[in-house]
């Protein structure tokens, strides 16, 4: 069974502090990693996705991948009480295995 | 109007009764999924269709089936619902270059008493 695991949190940090979330795969094969948003009661919204090992960078978000050691990680930098969501982490193996974790949950305290 | 609708978005229902929840969606991509969300487990896939003709279990299909009625239409289905399907059901679209769950809709959230 391909495994996705994040910490379910919830993570709190202050107002304008930077925010990290993790994530672990367990397929050596995974192609390509996914952050998704959810705000409480409504449906995910991709925010980024990264396919190579380092860093990836869209305004304050930052994706961070090793996939010597099977991780992912989201940051998320001047995080505001508008980023108090759960955050998903998706990978993607060969052909269409596509997998969840259970996301973590964030809340940024003003 | 949204571009993925699912109907209904609420509802409450009991051991036994048979269930359809719809999904259509106007962004005319091939690629249809369902999901059901449960506290703690993230998205799981139910079923996946990448064209009319194509349709695939997922991870979780037992209990569960789904008819492609059209490019726009992706239907799920519980025969004989029982508590343990209680759960917040999401469909997505993707077209083949996106290559993922993109677009989804707002959810129905379904309990079975």
């Known amino acids: 069974q391909k495994e996705v695991e994040q910490n379910s949190g919830p993570l709190s940090v202050p107002e304008g502090a930077i925010a990290s979330l993790n994530c672990t795969y367990s397929d050596r094969g995974s192609q390509s990693f996914f952050w998704y948003r959810q705000y409480s009661g409504k449906s995910p919204e991709l925010i980024m996705f990264i396919y190579s090992n380092g860093d990836k960078e869209d305004g304050r978000f930052t994706a961070q991948l090793n996939k010597a050691s099977q991780y992912v990680s989201l940051l998320i930098r001047d995080s505001q009480p508008s980023d108090s969501a759960t955050y998903l982490c998706?990978?993607?193996?060969?052909?269409?295995?596509?997998?969840f974790g259970p996301g973590t949950r964030l809340s940024v305290l003003p | 109007d949204a571009d993925v609708t699912q109907t209904p978005r609420n509802r409450i229902t009991k051991t036994g009764k048979r269930i359809m929840l719809e999904c259509s969606q106007t962004k005319g991509h091939d690629r249809m999924y369902w999901y059901r969300q449960d506290p703690g487990l993230g998205l799981r896939l139910i079923y996946y269709?990448?064209?009319?003709?194509?349709?695939n279990k997922g991870e979780i299909s037992d209990g569960y089936s789904v008819s492609r009625q059209a490019q726009a239409k992706f239907s799920l289905s519980l025969e004989s619902a029982i508590p343990n399907q209680t759960a917040l059901y999401f469909c997505?679209?993707?077209?083949?270059?996106?290559?993922?769950?993109?677009?989804f809709g707002d959810g129905t959230r379904l309990s079975i008493l």
């Open positions: 997505a679209t993707s077209d083949p270059a996106e290559g993922l769950p993109q677009h």
């Open positions: 269709s990448f064209d009319v003709k194509d349709i």
């Open positions: 998706a990978v993607r193996g060969y052909g269409q295995n596509f997998v």
